[in-house]
């Protein structure tokens, strides 16, 4: 999956969230579930204050997923504060996106959480509710220049727990080079319609050498069901931690994307399968395979450098044809967290928010965790940012005007959702079960992995 962020592989991470942007390979949720009742445990313990090094020096431990781009960029921006800071030492701790929250669970568990946290939107309400993040509300963090949707992103009744680290939004990212060697021009994605899209995917791949399609398909994460539920006037959850859709709403969902399969418009169930567990470098999409595709927005400057095409940018398609119906939001490709039983508080929050606020952080960071939400960095930083990068904040600054109201943040147990959804796509693809019974049982699992 694409955008949806297959979220996961390191490498559409390190491009991502989510990333695809986003999660390829989710850690099993009981993990979590075991983590979060030691947390509680945890949490009504006092803490412990915590000497300096002898040599009056500070250390803290810093936390992120991503690949050997963004390990590179955010270790120079570890230096760069360090120099500003010289009491306070930073140790990186990192990883891909597969294990990482395997690990951060046994950490939390076993009261030996990193200070700072690289956290994502599908956890965080898990770990804030169980006490597990600071409040960086409560410390001298300025958030002034953030954009207020990243800004609330990172809240809940439990405070502000994430400082947003970028923003992106849902994209269908489209090749070109695909679209001129089929003889079919790029659409209109101001108005364009789903039945446009069909059309389009099935030509393309009509017009294409044998295992060329005209897309990839979507099913393999809660984003784009997300997008297609708030154009139907739904929303994947509600503001009280509910789900905020019905079988039947995920059933013609479903339903929608057998159709393209079967107009050929997307790849076979097969392959389906082996393109999700494909490295961005080998998607479709990069790989010339695919005419248009699913991804986060901060995911395309390293699809484009893969693919050795200059992609284009696409909104989702509509019901009605209009851009301001696409149901599109600013997410938070990432935050900033810290832990609640850090013994550095004060130095922690200073750290974050010099990755938050400092040019020089924005200047080293760039546009790798997504568009920064600080609009004077964002600013500062513009010239020194790569032609695909200019193009995504050029994206992100267009639909500013189309966006629809932030969705609800997901619930404590969403990290599961992602694995159901991809789950019952391939049974629906594979034609193991109809749309109507995927829908009644996904609902179903759904239901309970948020309840429990």
């Avoid at 393109?275 to 400057?301: H, I, R, V, Y």
Wanted: glycine share 8%.
């Amino acid at each position: 999956m694409p955008l949806f962020p297959r979220s996961a592989s390191a490498a559409k991470q390190s491009a991502e969230t989510p990333s695809r942007g986003a999660a390829r390979r989710i850690r099993k949720t009981g993990v979590v579930a075991a983590a979060a009742a030691v947390v509680m445990a945890l949490s009504a313990c006092g803490g412990v204050a915590a000497p300096q090094n002898a040599d009056g020096t500070v250390e803290l431990r810093f936390s992120w997923w991503g690949g050997d781009k963004r390990a590179q960029l955010t270790q120079e921006a570890i230096k760069q504060f360090e120099a500003e800071n010289p009491n306070i030492k930073i140790k990186p701790e990192f990883g891909d996106w597969s294990g990482y929250w395997d690990k951060l669970a046994t950490q939390v568990a076993a009261n030996d959480a990193p200070d700072i946290i690289q956290m994502d939107e599908k956890y965080i309400t898990e770990y804030s509710s169980r006490g597990a993040l600071l409040d960086l509300s409560k410390y001298e963090i300025d958030t002034s220049k953030l954009d207020e949707a990243a800004l609330n992103a990172g809240k809940s009744e439990d405070g502000l727990t994430g400082i947003a680290a970028g923003i992106n939004a849902a994209t269908i990212l489209a090749n070109p080079a695909v679209f001129e060697a089929a003889g079919v021009p790029l659409p209109d994605d101001s108005k364009w319609t789903w039945d446009d899209f069909e059309r389009i995917a099935s030509e393309i791949t009509e017009k294409s050498p044998k295992g060329t399609y005209g897309a990839a398909a979507y099913g393999t994460d809660e984003a784009s069901l997300g997008v297609w539920l708030r154009q139907n006037g739904k929303s994947l959850y509600t503001s009280d931690g509910k789900l905020g859709f019905e079988p039947s709403d995920i059933a013609e969902w479903w339903a929608f994307l057998k159709q393209l399969s079967e107009n050929k418009a997307v790849p076979t169930a097969s392959e389906v399968v082996e393109a999700e567990a494909a490295p961005l470098d080998q998607s479709g999409l990069a790989t010339g395979k695919n005419g248009m595709a699913f991804w986060w927005s901060n995911q395309a400057p390293a699809l484009e450098k893969a693919s050795g095409s200059d992609l284009k940018i696409l909104r989702f398609p509509t019901k009605t044809g209009s851009a301001a119906d696409a149901g599109l939001w600013y997410k938070a490709s990432q935050f900033w967290s810290a832990s609640s039983r850090t013994k550095h508080p004060e130095e922690t929050a200073k750290f974050i928010n010099f990755l938050a606020n400092n040019v020089k952080a924005g200047e080293t960071l760039l546009a790798d965790r997504g568009v920064y939400p600080n609009s004077e960095v964002r600013a500062a930083i513009e010239s020194k940012l790569t032609p695909a990068d200019v193009k995504v904040v050029k994206f992100i600054d267009q639909i500013k005007d189309e966006l629809g109201e932030a969705p609800a943040p997901p619930p404590k147990g969403a990290g599961s959702i992602q694995e159901i959804i991809k789950r019952y796509t391939s049974e629906v693809l594979f034609e193991r079960l109809s749309t109507e019974e995927a829908g009644k049982k996904a609902h179903d699992e759904m239901k309970s992995a948020i309840s429990s």
